[in-house]
RNA sequence: GCGGGCGUGGCGGAAUGGCAGACGCGCCGGAUUUAGGUUCCGGUGCCGAAAGGUGUAAGAGUUCAAGUCUCUUCGUCCGCACCA
């Protein structure tokens, strides 16, 4: 008897149903049962839909959720929309239909597609950052920040892009120009709602030794945030009451401070204008610099320029000297004091400056090969400090600690820590975000709403598009716009500016421990037994972005008590992008886009996350290959024929014992390293086994199909069911394998002369490395392969080889 | 510029310092088939008819043994990029 041809078009959609009928995915509310979390990254619900790109992440988190559940977890595994934001919002404008719709219409082909690849998500829990009972909690988080003092608005300048019409966090600005749509980012000075991010810098810091995140990640989030450590130190003007104060990583090279440079916007030039002789010079300058994007500013770092403020003379505190002061750009504003003392010995930076425009170098640490008037000499490790007085003969270490302690008694500065980190500019001049809860009030200033009066409603306006004068669109919604003060009952203006993306993102894993709660955010009881994430798999694209800020977010509601643990990830990884089949990125426009619907028309769900996880390294970036995907449609092709060739047998056959152990392991170790396409090969290997033998029996097919169902479900039920295994696979327990059957009796291992393969020979597999070397060159096999040479020495390998080193 | 990763067949890629190229794609051959974008079996790094030789970006080194460790060079990808 024969088998009916493999159908995944009938037989998925199937086991969908079943699944979703029975409940299947749901996780359990009883808290006694151990845990797990399993989270990815809710999609954006683009008007395109889904790509191949998005399943790969997906399946591979879905075959640990999966094994999980049959390992005898309670697992909880989530899908959601993270819906505001500037796409569909343009789209709306386009096509004029309100964004809602737009929302709407595509998170339910994002379902439909999402569905039809056969997710064990529960989808009881599904969120939706743009509805009012989600973002009433986003708006509430967002009053709790504001309330300690983490949430303020002030005038400072920002990244403007000049196509979103809309300001920009530091982290959307990738080389001077806007992540989003590449154009231009300019800067914009305006009233801006900031989050205190920088308050968290060491928080933050600190908190990635306790987690488990791919090196990467952290290597990135380390950087970004940028901790130093050094000293501020206070240099005299001469003859005035002035002070400039300077942050340096290098207070050891104090006395090789031979000038000084502040930034072209530091506010001593205006107080400072009257006894510069220069004046005009230096306001062309600050022009010039005013007017430089971030993106040229940082394309010409290589020519410094700048201008010296006649007339102004500085002293060094160390020494007395008088030293002269410049302004150029290559001193930042926003980093540590806008000012620097140049050392140009012992920075590149410094010297090349020095050198343009002849200024001395002055060596104080020595140690260089070259000549300071050659090179500016780096090094902190091996360098000793000369010419620098009480400094003299130390190393740059302990110089560094004695020249704060010498400030500190002299009170002319002290130690001091400084981040690269900002603060987080939180408003968009934007419709389709979530309204901000604050209230404007002539008389009492910024007043946040009552609480019990969340969630501010989005209002209905009638246009949407961005304006050019920088305010949200909303602002023209004057009768939304009017309001009265909660505190002193007066007549009030509402916020007009919404929140980034970011916002909506920065919470929604809390919310799905308990997503109907209209109470709280969540209920503490459901966050303290499901977080912390055990595992969040994620784009490397936001690891600055949308993990640095969700984890901001977490320690902050971690520390006003409303969850019970500092960090909310215990483990994060990371996915490698699929490419088109030209090897280039995926894109629209390169036309080289696959869509998942027309290869589940093709070769079935189960093959397509088959060959997702099959194609290559799970982190790296693979070219896909319509080919190679149907090369997994052949092997599950091959998995359902094997029906055919099923005998009797509920125990591993003699002959497949060994493979089977070291199949379940290898795809039980596998899974969790995420070598997802070694566990697959494994699998090819076995089933390509089996066909040599030409039979399968019940026990070896129940554990094929077992480890097979994370990563192809549907044919792993169906074949589960026909041939009567009873209840359904994803109620199965997991199978374990046999230390004892992880190797055969005897093992060939290859016969090396000098170190080349000349033979093979079988060896008992329990043979030491003693014994083996004793005894196996008495053998009559491996004498021949000696011949008339003489031994100089015998290696052997257990399982491996026997090198015969011959003269 | 600085820091880190990577470089293996025609392609995607395997390999705790221990038989390089698992597995898949592609290709070649055989069988079944009226037919094949089916299935099954076999082959497939390169040179060579074979014996054999040779081979993991290039060059050196350590080792009985190197794709794997060390150094130099080249290429490539990523991170940081005037952060004092």
């Not at 005898?72 to 309100?98: M, Q, R, S």
């Not at 100089?792 to 080193?805: M, T």
């Amino acid at each position: 008897m024969s088998v009916g041809p493999y159908a995944p078009e009938k037989i998925e959609p199937k086991w969908q149903k079943y699944w979703l009928e029975h409940e299947a995915f749901k996780a359990d509310e009883d808290h006694a049962k151990p845990k797990f979390y399993s989270l990815i990254e809710f999609p954006y619900p683009s008007g395109q839909g889904l790509h191949v790109g998005h399943p790969r992440p997906y399946t591979a988190l879905d075959i640990v959720a999966r094994k999980r559940r049959m390992e005898g977890y309670n697992v909880l595994h989530c899908i959601g929309w993270d819906a505001f934001g500037l796409p569909t919002e343009n789209y709306a404008i386009k096509n004029h239909i309100h964004p809602s719709v737009v929302t709407r219409d595509n998170i339910n082909h994002f379902r439909e597609q999402i569905q039809k690849l056969g997710f064990s998500f529960d989808y009881s829990r599904e969120v939706n950052t743009t509805d009012p009972g989600y973002y009433k909690w986003t708006q509430w988080i967002f009053l709790q920040l504001f309330k300690h003092g983490l949430a303020y608005k002030t005038e400072m300048p920002i990244n403007w892009c000049t196509s979103c019409k809309c300001v920009l966090a530091n982290e959307e600005v990738v080389d001077g120009v806007c992540e989003r749509c590449g154009s231009p980012v300019v800067h914009k000075v305006k009233n801006q709602w900031m989050l205190r991010i920088t308050a968290y810098a060491q928080k933050l810091l600190d908190g990635l030794d306790e987690v488990d995140y791919i090196d990467r990640v952290k290597t990135q989030q380390r950087n970004w945030i940028g901790r130093s450590e050094g000293a501020e130190v206070d240099f005299a003007l001469k003859g005035l009451e002035e002070k400039i104060r300077v942050y340096t990583t290098r207070p050891d090279t104090l006395f090789g401070a031979t000038y000084m440079v502040i930034s072209p916007e530091h506010s001593l030039i205006d107080k400072l204008a009257d006894r510069i002789l220069n004046m005009d010079e230096v306001r062309a300058y600050q022009a010039e610099a005013a007017r430089k994007s971030d993106f040229e500013r940082t394309e010409m770092n290589k020519d410094k320029t700048g201008v010296p403020l006649k007339g102004i003379q500085a002293v060094n505190p160390v020494n007395g000297e008088a030293i002269p002061v410049w302004i150029s750009d290559y001193v930042l504003t926003t980093y540590g004091t806008g000012a620097i003392m140049a050392v140009p010995a012992h920075d590149t930076r410094d010297w090349e400056f020095a050198k343009k425009f002849g200024l001395p170098i002055v060596e104080v640490v020595s140690g260089s090969e070259k000549s300071v008037q050659e090179e500016a000499y780096t090094d902190v490790q091996d360098g000793i400090l000369v010419h620098s007085g009480f400094l003299d003969g130390l190393k740059v270490a302990d110089a560094k600690k004695a020249i704060i302690a010498w400030l500190e008694e002299k009170g002319l500065g002290e130690k001091k820590v400084n981040y690269k980190l900002r603060d987080w500019v939180f408003a968009r001049q934007r419709y389709w975000g979530e309204p901000i809860p604050i209230i404007h009030c002539a008389k009492c200033g910024m007043v946040p709403m009552d609480e019990k009066d969340l969630p501010l409603l989005l209002p209905n306006v009638e246009h949407y598009e961005p304006t050019d004068d920088g305010e949200s669109p909303i602002a023209r919604m004057t009768d939304w716009v009017k309001c009265t003060c909660p505190k002193c009952g007066g007549e009030a203006r509402r916020e007009t500016d919404t929140m980034p993306q970011w916002a909506g993102s920065s919470w929604y894993f809390l919310r799905y421990c308990d997503p109907h709660n209209d109470k709280v955010l969540a209920d503490r009881k459901a966050l303290d037994y499901w977080m912390p994430v055990d595992w969040y798999n994620g784009g490397m694209e936001h690891t600055t972005l949308h993990l640095l800020y969700s984890r901001f977010w977490h320690r902050f509601l971690y520390d006003i008590g409303v969850v019970g643990t500092p960090e909310p990830y215990m483990k994060r990884t990371s996915h490698g992008m699929v490419l088109g089949e030209n090897g280039e990125k995926m894109s629209k426009s390169r036309g080289n886009v696959v869509n998942p619907d027309e290869t589940i028309a093709e070769i079935g769900a189960d093959a397509l996350r088959m060959y997702e996880m099959f194609m290559g390294a799970f982190d790296q970036a693979i070219p896909w290959s319509t080919n190679g995907a149907r090369g997994c449609r052949k092997f599950l092709d091959r998995v359902w024929r094997l029906q055919d060739l099923c005998v009797a047998g509920d125990e591993f056959r003699p002959d497949m014992r060994v493979l089977m152990n070291q199949t379940i392991r290898k795809v039980s170790e596998d899974f969790e390293k995420m070598k997802f396409n070694t566990a697959i090969a494994q699998m090819m290997t076995l089933v390509n086994t089996l066909y040599q033998k030409g039979s399968v029996c019940h026990a070896e097919y129940r554990t094929l199909l077992l480890l097979l169902s994370p990563v192809s479900p549907h044919i792993c039920e169906e074949i589960w069911q026909q041939m009567g295994y009873g209840a359904p696979v994803y109620t199965q327990s997991w199978p374990r394998w046999d230390e004892k059957y992880l190797t055969e009796d005897e093992k060939e291992v290859a016969v090396q002369i000098n170190g080349k393969v000349k033979g093979k020979i079988m060896v008992p597999v329990d043979m030491t490395k003693e014994q083996g070397e004793k005894e196996l060159v008495l053998r009559e096999d491996v004498k021949a392969l000696v011949g008339e040479r003489s031994l100089v020495k015998v290696i052997f390998v257990p399982g491996r080889l026997l090198n015969l080193v011959v003269k």
